[in-house]
């Protein structure tokens, strides 16, 4: 998938060495759109074709390892240092629930820091420092508001986040419900949890920040590449995005980055704040690990390209450096490239508190069928209300149907795999 601003150059640039390292195999990079990914997937896996190695979006995993078209594993893992050679947010779709073996193996994760601009929040009289839970967020958010501030003819609005057209709404959620003692299904992933009281009260912490006016209701009808460039070009005080957002505000506009602008100039990154009962801190973990299509015709190839590309620090480091995510191999954090720079120490704290979404093969119908379009009603429960007008009984009414709807096809797919 694209990984990172040019995926096919760049993926040709780290497999580079595993050619030379290895005369006789050459690897065939092919890029899909996240748009066609699960599609072409799920065929290649329905119909015993398509490519030898697969990058295999973690939430994808267990809906794919279902349909029996992987490679066992194991045994990669177990010469890569076994299990705890690597992040164990990520092995947790290594082996989804309910499966024995691993079908793929972690490759990078995708985790989410808070951006801030400094000079934004040094106007405004905020210390980053002192912004580490939810109710020291919202001072800080009040004192950016109450500044009023313009940097270079900008101003400046608190923080924005995107609604009802975007393809992350679930993971921007998913901290503030984990963070208030909520989560979408219980441990075994068979009962939803969305109606809890912790649930619904991570949810109306996260929405009050557009009902406080921190966040403008107009970004609820934008897209994640819309707020960030927003965020780019000097119009919102933080932010929250991938690790890979650094590659872009680091690089000169003719490789496609924002260097010189004045976000870029002046931004940082901190931990997202958590909760403020003192509960444990848990920040959102995506990323992808890497699968080897049980039809392959080339098996010793392809386990030592996923091999190569999982189990070396030095590789994962490269992968690291070209797309930005963070490596899922725990040795490479030993590397200065993470502990001597400010952002990605941060990043790499945040490593050791990742929580994901349950293993569970029907999970990205959940998440796609039925959460993103209920969350979608929320969004439109706002921004059809007036503006002095929060309609809190019809969200939550909307969560619990939410709820509702997601124990029924549980149930259904229950019932069907029996």
């Known amino acids: 998938m694209p990984n990172s601003p040019d995926p096919t150059a760049d993926m040709q640039h780290v497999l580079r060495n595993f050619e030379l390292e290895n005369p006789g195999i050459e690897v065939q990079v092919t890029v899909l759109d996240w748009s066609v990914a699960w599609t072409k997937i799920t065929t290649a ?22 349909m029996e078209a992987l490679m066992p594993m194991d045994s990669l893992i177990a010469v890569s240092g076994g299990d705890s050679a690597f992040a164990s947010v990520s092995m947790k779709f290594a082996r989804p629930v309910g499966v024995q073996q691993a079908t793929s193996v972690p490759w990078f994760l995708d985790v989410r820091p808070l951006y801030y601009r400094r000079d934004a929040l ?90 406080d006016g921190f966040n403008s209701r107009k970004n609820l009808s934008k897209n994640t590449n819309q707020v960030s460039m927003d965020f780019d070009e000097g119009r919102l005080a933080f932010w929250f995005d991938v690790t890979n957002k650094t590659l872009y505000l680091d690089s000169p506009r003719f490789l496609g980055g924002s260097s010189k602008n004045v976000t870029a100039r002046n931004y940082s990154a901190m931990l997202p704040p958590v909760a403020p009962e003192g509960k444990t801190p848990y920040y ?52 200065p490239f993470f502990k001597d720079d400010g952002k990605r120490d941060v990043f790499q704290q945040m490593v050791l508190h990742l929580r994901s979404y349950p293993a569970v093969p029907y999970w990205g119908e959940i998440e796609t069928e039925i959460l993103l379009r209920r969350f979608g009603n929320i969004f439109d429960l706002i921004t059809s209300s007036p503006e002095k007008v929060w309609p809190e009984k019809d969200i939550i009414a909307e969560i619990r149907a939410a709820d509702k709807e997601v124990n029924r096809f549980i149930h259904r797919q229950r019932e069907a795999s029996r």
């Open 122 to 211: 040094a106007e405004a009289g905020v210390n980053p420092a002192k912004v580490r839970n939810w109710d020291e967020f919202r001072i800080a958010l009040e004192k950016i508001r109450k500044a009023n501030l313009v940097i270079e003819d900008q101003h400046i609005d608190p923080i924005g986040y995107p609604g009802k057209h975007d393809w992350n709404v679930i993971h921007n959620l998913a901290p503030w419900i984990w963070g208030a003692g909520g989560d979408f299904l219980d441990s075994t992933g068979t009962e939803s949890l969305l109606a809890t009281k912790e649930s619904i009260n991570g949810i109306l912490f996260y929405l009050s920040l557009v009902r």
């Open 284 to 335: 959102f973990a995506g990323g992808s690990n890497l699968s080897v299509s049980r039809y392959t015709k080339h098996k010793r190839a392809a386990m030592a390209l996923v091999r190569y590309l999982v189990a070396r620090p030095d590789v994962q480091l490269e992968i690291a450096r070209v797309m930005g995510f963070m490596p899922a191999l725990l040795s490479t954090y030993e590397y």
């Open 45 to 66: 896996a329905s119909t015993r074709s398509g490519p030898d190695v697969i990058q295999m979006p973690t939430t994808w995993a267990a809906a794919v390892t279902a």
